[in-house]
């Protein structure tokens, strides 16, 4: 069953961009779309994954290294984790 989410983070274009750089060019084993967009605040994620696992198995081994470490050197501190919401996904139709 596919994991959907979205959620809110208060970064701007820049500290994304340094935060996938960080991730590499390689996208991780599960992930089945991933869309960025500007907010009022900042940033909102929508994510779709193949399992909630593949999620959790990002998070914990790729993503919280790299965010930690630039969050950490741009804010001066690691804002606490932003809350998920799930969405109930019907389909996610990606293009070629």
């Not at 959907?4 to 996938?20: H, L, Q, S, W």
Request: charged share 25%.
């Amino acid at each position: 069953m596919a994991h959907a989410f979205t959620y809110d983070v208060p970064i701007g274009p820049d500290i994304y961009a340094r935060i996938k750089e960080g991730l590499g060019p390689e996208p991780p084993k599960g992930l089945i779309a991933h869309l960025a967009y500007r907010t009022g605040n900042g940033l909102r994620y929508v994510d779709v994954w193949e399992s909630e696992a593949d999620w959790e198995t990002f998070v914990e081994e790729r993503l919280h290294p790299v965010v930690d470490s630039v969050l950490t050197e741009a804010l001066g501190f690691r804002p606490p984790e932003p809350p998920l919401e799930r969405l109930d996904l019907i389909d996610a139709w990606i293009g070629a």
